[in-house]
């Protein structure tokens, strides 16, 4: 039952080239660099990323977008990085945008052995009727578009309603972060940390964490835990510097002004 490994290198060791990712964190919060980091070392390449985003320039994710090691991304944002918009509108990546909220589903529904769901985002749009383009072509034209999905009327509550059919997403590994892990994988995120993270392990066939604090299994209060064991197969434990790294993605300030 104790899943921890020594090192990140060790716990990410057998991640192929090909390898489909869950990766938690949003924006540069609760983001598993360690296990980035270890991944980029290795040399794993051609990978498709389900993550919230792909993190900034020179961080987080953004590390093995810079390095060309990431052949597809199913995100609900590009947000703050430059080389992300760069490499899809040139064409050198492929982007399946989905919806914030219908991504974090696709993920919980692939933990729990639900193959597929429906819901109201996106109906009407190029979300449901197809034509989102995925791909570029080096000339700026579309090369690969999305699919339309299928869509139904359901009796709701109030009256009948368009809902478009979401399936659910199952990786081969997932790279989680959390501030507090046991031995035997049970894990406790910190604030906005606990988005994205408990998803993503959720939906990995093989979910590595790496967690600031690891303690002896019957420590974490069962009420506490947000993430059950059950989930997670391996563990590494942070040090100091390597828990320490949290950059601030926006720093805003303004000029205090004097009390007389």
Same mark, same amino acid.
């Given at each position: 039952m104790d899943k921890t490994f020594d090192s990140a290198d060790r716990a990410i060791a057998d991640i192929p080239h090909g390898a489909t990712l869950?990766?938690? %964190?949003?924006?540069?919060?609760?983001?598993?660099?360690t296990l980035i980091s270890a991944l980029l070392a290795h040399g794993s390449t051609d990978l498709e990323v389900v993550s919230n985003n792909c993190g900034v320039d020179g961080w987080g994710l953004g590390v093995l977008l810079s390095? %060309?090691?990431?052949?597809?991304?199913v995100a609900s944002y590009i947000g703050e990085n430059k080389e992300f918009a760069r490499q899809y509108l040139a064409g050198e990546i492929e982007v399946e945008l989905t919806p914030q909220g219908t991504l974090a589903e696709r993920l919980r529904c692939g933990g729990v052995g639900i193959p597929a769901f429906y819901t109201p985002t996106g109906v009407g749009t190029v979300v449901s009727e197809g034509g989102m383009p995925w791909r570029?072509?080096?000339?700026?034209?579309?090369?690969?578009a999305s699919p339309a999905k299928e869509t139904r009327t359901i009796e709701s509550l109030d009256a009948p309603r368009q809902y478009v059919l979401e399936h659910a997403i199952r990786a081969d590994f997932a790279l989680v972060r959390a501030a507090k892990g046991d031995r035997h994988g049970n894990l406790v995120f910190e604030k906005s940390a606990r988005n994205f993270n408990p998803l993503a392990a959720m939906a990995g066939r093989i979910t590595i964490a790496e967690v600031t604090?690891?303690?002896?299994?019957g420590e974490l209060d069962p009420d506490q835990?947000?993430?059950?064991?059950?989930?997670?197969d391996r563990i590494v434990q942070l040090t100091a510097d390597q828990a320490g790294e949290l950059p601030i993605e926006k720093t805003t300030t303004r000029i205090r002004e004097?009390?007389?």
């Open positions: 869950a990766v938690g %964190g949003f924006g540069l919060v609760g983001v598993p660099m390095a %060309g090691r990431i052949r597809r991304i570029y072509a080096s000339d700026g034209t579309v090369a690969v604090e690891l303690v002896e299994p835990i947000h993430l059950p064991g059950i989930y997670v004097e009390r007389g």
